[in-house]
């Protein structure tokens, strides 16, 4: 079974920093993609940012130049380093990973449970 789990959220007041990660485990055999999305209360879900196997990065509009995406562990680690937060920035954030397994042959979306950041004003 695959499994992505998040930590690192909390409350934080505007300006000041979290770090999240996501843990992927199971019967991985390749990840391709992994990104974060984050959901505020009453509006849609929305990319942050994602990164592929080799590093290449994407950003949302609204998080560029203030987040961080990374990977390590052969991939199988996920980081955002979010800065300068603000109080919009205030959702769950999902982990999200395009995965195939040992006993599959087509890539699929795994999600975690997801993590609450608040920031105050």
């Known amino acids: 079974q695959v499994r992505l789990v998040e930590s690192g959220g909390g409350l934080v007041q505007a300006g000041g920093s979290l770090r999240l990660s996501c843990a992927a485990s199971?019967?991985?055999?390749?990840?391709?993609?992994m990104g974060w999305y984050r959901q505020a209360p009453g509006k849609q879900r929305e990319l942050v940012a994602r990164?592929?196997?080799?590093?290449?990065?994407n950003y949302g509009d609204s998080v560029k130049g203030r987040f961080t995406i990374s990977r390590d562990n052969a991939g199988r680690m996920m980081y955002l380093q979010m800065n300068s937060l603000k109080p919009e920035d205030t959702a769950v954030y999902y982990c999200n990973a395009k995965i195939i397994t040992y006993d599959s042959s087509l890539w699929r979306d795994y999600w975690g449970q997801g993590t609450q950041v608040t920031v105050s004003s």
């Open positions: 199971g019967s991985i055999f390749s990840i391709n993609f």
């Open positions: 990164i592929t196997s080799g590093g290449s990065t």
